[in-house]
Every structure is written in C-alpha cells, then in structure tokens.
C-alpha cells in the first residue's frame, strides 16, 4: 500500500485588490472525494500545512448549492469530520518525500494566499516532479506552482497544465476583485502549455509525472488516476 502525501493550505482569508479580507480555505470536494478514494483503496494519507497549522475549509464549498445537494453537503462534511489526519498535520518544513510515494494538491482560493508564495512548497514541488513520482494539483492549487521559480525561472515551464480558468473566476465573481488570477499568472510567470475544458466541467491534463485538474469536479477524476498510476 501507498503514503501518499496531501499538501493542504493553511490560510483562512485572501487579501482582494480594495485591502478586504476574503473567507477561504480548502475546498471541500477537493479534499474529499480523493481522500476518500485514497484511503478506500488501502492507502494512507498523510497532511502538511505552512507551519503545521489546521486546514481550514471553505465554507462556501459545504453549501447545499455549492455540494450538489442537502445529501452532498452532508456527505462532504463526514468525510471531512472523519479525517483525523486534518486534525494533525506535519509542518511543510519537515516533510521528507521519500517517505511518500504521490502527492496531491486540492485548491480553494487558500492556495492563492499561502502556497503560492511558500519556499517549502517550492522546493517539494521541484523535488516531486524531478523524481518522477506523481504530482496531482487542482483547481487553485496551481498556484503553488508559482513558488517554483527561481530568478524567474520554473521547472514546470513548458508542461502541459490546466487549473481554475479566468472565465470561471468571472463566473464566481472574484476576477475584477482578485490581485491577480491563476490561469494567467501561470502561463506568464511560469510559461506552461494551459489548456481547459468547459466550465465546471471534469478536465484533466496528463504530462509525465504531472496530472492537473480544471476545477471541484475535476478533484475525483484526479483520484480515479492517481489509484490507477500507485496500482
């Protein structure tokens, strides 16, 4: 059976373009449904945060009309309250990734707030995809891929990517409010090949060792593959 390692945000607002705080945190169905898949399947899942902090969820992403449902929301919220391993999570600072043998990213907007800017991520992002082991990233978790970069220049430059599009982020709202929007800091900061699907619909990108997705729904297809590459 597989460790596989989930690097979770820790932040619990997002700074907007007026100085407003912004509620976030990770969204629900992106932690989820992998979770639950992961460990279904016999596999334990471990979580980092910076500092070792408790994720927080977003609660926007445990509404009925934001979960599918009464029935959804409800479900979300179990798994959510049986995971202890949310309760207690390493620090980003202390992960050895050689102990793990896959990674995953769910996204939120926290991942704008925190990961996108954390050395720790940085590293251990360029560490995983040099080692050839599996990197999933979805939705706004992409962003972390931006502290990769060193002098301006990222491992993950030229890999096809794909992650919560601009045309989403007007559909919610956030775009004329947010400092800077992921799809196009990702093919400028970073120079990767994005590609999308419709919006809010399951979209996955496959390159070497990475596997991205578009958006919430794309979270549990992200998780089907992932059981299929650890066997």
């Known amino acids: 059976m597989a460790n596989v390692l989930f690097i979770v945000t820790g932040a619990t607002y997002w700074v907007l373009k007026d100085g407003t705080r912004h509620a976030t945190g990770y969204w629900?169905?992106?932690?989820?449904?992998?979770?639950?898949?992961?460990?279904?399947?016999?596999?334990?899942?471990?979580?980092?945060?910076?500092?070792?902090?408790?994720?927080?969820?977003?609660?926007?992403?445990?509404r009925p009309s934001m979960a599918g449902g009464e029935d959804g929301a409800l479900e979300l919220e179990n798994i959510i309250r049986s995971a202890e391993v949310m309760r207690r999570p390493l620090k980003l600072s202390d992960v050895r990734l050689e102990d793990y043998d896959?990674?995953?990213?769910?996204?939120?907007?926290?991942?704008?707030?925190?990961?996108?800017?954390?050395?720790?991520?940085?590293?251990?992002?360029?560490?995983?995809?040099?080692?050839?082991?599996?990197?999933?990233?979805?939705?706004?978790?992409?962003?972390?891929?931006?502290?990769?970069?060193?002098?301006?220049?990222?491992?993950?430059?030229?890999?096809?990517?794909?992650?919560?599009?601009?045309?989403?982020?007007?559909?919610?709202?956030?775009?004329?409010?947010?400092?800077?929007?992921?799809?196009?800091?990702?093919?400028?900061?970073?120079?990767?090949?994005?590609?999308?699907?419709?919006?809010?619909?399951?979209?996955m990108v496959e390159d070497r060792n990475l596997v991205t997705g578009q958006n919430p729904h794309s979270a549990a297809v992200l998780g089907t593959r992932l059981l299929e590459i650890l066997g």
């Open 28 to 62: 629900a169905e992106e932690f989820a449904m992998p979770y639950r898949q992961v460990t279904e399947a016999g596999h334990t899942v471990v979580v980092a945060t910076p500092g070792g902090v408790v994720p927080n969820v977003d609660m926007m992403s445990l």
């Open 102 to 203: 896959a990674v995953y990213l769910p996204g939120g907007h926290g991942p704008m707030a925190d990961l996108a800017f954390d050395a720790d991520v940085g590293r251990l992002l360029t560490a995983q995809l040099a080692s050839g082991k599996p990197l999933a990233i979805v939705c706004h978790a992409p962003a972390s891929i931006l502290a990769t970069r060193i002098h301006g220049e990222s491992p993950f430059k030229g890999y096809r990517v794909t992650g919560f599009t601009n045309e989403e982020e007007e559909a919610v709202g956030l775009a004329p409010m947010a400092t800077w929007l992921l799809e196009t800091e990702l093919k400028e900061k970073v120079g990767v090949d994005f590609s999308r699907g419709p919006i809010w619909e399951p979209y």
